[in-house]
């Protein structure tokens, strides 16, 4: 298994340019989520889905956009960047939603992004 | 709302000393714990979790953590550093859902 997979490693963006986060995972995981990490403040949560065609919003969702039309993908969409959003973005799965929050998540390796 | 706090942004030990890295959490539930470790220019990886049970948690790497209730906390522990072991280390509260909330990290130093 692959475990979960992120494109691009890298990314620089000029303000007002559109890109998308490509995340993928092959454990037929149930449950997938976004974080941004930046210094000083932890992992915040961007957005999560619970499954296919379903999902929510988390603690800093401003600015993104997220759909899961797989079990597999779940891309992470930026329509407009801003400086703000320069960050590192981490994808993680986990095998489902419903266990109380017991399941362990796993993470992708993350995008670093700058915006100019 | 449930929230964590990692005690030192940065921890710096020598070589064979013993490694102590505090996390308290804010509840009137206990959550379920986690504490993730991240080597440079990687993803997250599990250190140990604590859900229900024993409440001496043993990990990877020799690492291990004790949930105390009455402190709420959740401090990770290793009795012998090593090089390998630099990096930083997240401390996570999960209240259910799987939706996590991090500590804001402690960079661990190892010197020889």
């Known amino acids: 298994n692959a475990g979960v997979t992120q494109t691009p490693k890298f990314q620089v963006l000029k303000t007002g340019q559109s890109m998308t986060l490509q995340c993928a995972q092959d454990?037929?995981?149930?449950?997938m989520s976004w974080y941004r990490q930046d210094p000083g403040m932890g992992l915040r949560l961007i957005h999560y889905?619970?499954?296919?065609?379903?999902?929510d919003q988390g603690e800093v969702p401003n600015g993104y956009n997220v759909s899961r039309s797989t079990t597999e993908d779940f891309p992470l969409r930026l329509l407009s960047a801003a400086p703000s959003q320069t960050s590192v973005y981490f994808c993680?799965?986990?095998?489902?939603?419903?266990?109380?929050?017991?399941?362990?998540?796993?993470f992708g390796p993350g995008t670093r992004l700058t915006v100019l | 709302a449930q929230s964590v706090t990692q005690l030192g942004s940065h921890v710096s030990v020598s070589e064979g000393a013993l490694v102590l890295l505090r996390c308290n959490y804010s509840?009137?539930?206990?959550?379920?714990l986690f504490w993730y470790v991240q080597y440079p220019n990687q993803g997250l990886q599990l250190l140990l979790k604590?859900?229900?049970?024993?409440?001496l948690v043993k990990g990877i790497n020799g690492f291990e953590a004790e949930f105390k209730k009455s402190e709420t906390s959740f401090h990770l522990t290793k009795p012998s550093a090593h090089m390998s072991d630099a990096a930083e280390y997240f401390c996570?509260?999960?209240?259910?859902?799987?939706?996590?909330?991090f500590g804001t990290g402690t960079r661990l130093l190892v010197s020889p």
């Open positions: 993680a799965s986990s095998y489902s939603w419903s266990t109380r929050g017991t399941d362990t998540q796993y």
């Open positions: 454990m037929n995981h149930e449950y």
């Open positions: 889905s619970v499954g296919a065609g379903i999902t």
């Open positions: 509840s009137s539930v206990p959550p379920y």
């Open positions: 604590y859900t229900t049970g024993a409440t």
């Open positions: 996570a509260a999960n209240t259910g859902f799987q939706k996590l909330v």
